[in-house]
């Protein structure tokens, strides 16, 4: 598995307009695009950040996955995502390791990208996102 970067920290919020007066009006980062993934129930907001960017994840539904996480945990940081050369081999590569994998077999997300969850209880509690970009 070749990761290449840290694609993005994705951000749980109530609310992504408002959270934008912190990260644009506080930090001075740059919306790039947002996207709404109804598939996921998920409204999304990029920030870049240098190479990297700040994802923040707003719920479209009660019975999302967003929504949930913020019922049981509040605003913040809710995934890491690292970018991988092949997604397909690095699930595959983890699997034979004994990774619990939330996706065995990549999805669409935002932006077009191939993505893909790890279980947190075998990544010291972090949720960890692969994400693959399609030319």
Do not use: C, W, Y
Request: proline share 4%.
């Amino acid at each position: 598995m070749k990761i290449l970067k840290i694609d993005h920290v994705g951000v749980a919020v109530k609310d992504a307009d408002a959270a934008l007066k912190l990260f644009e009006g506080l930090l001075g980062l740059k919306v790039r695009g947002s996207e709404t993934v109804p598939e996921q129930k998920v409204r999304t907001v990029f920030l870049p950040v240098g190479e990297t960017e700040v994802e923040l994840l707003e719920a479209t539904a009660p019975d999302s996955p967003i929504a949930r996480f913020l019922e049981k945990r509040g605003e913040g940081v809710q995934h890491i995502a690292f970018r991988v050369e092949n997604i397909e081999e690095a699930l595959a590569e983890l699997e034979a390791k004994g990774v619990t994998l939330i996706d065995r077999k990549p999805r669409i997300g935002a932006g077009g990208k191939k993505i893909a969850f790890l279980h947190p209880r075998d990544t010291l509690g972090v949720l960890v996102e692969l994400s693959e970009h399609i030319a």
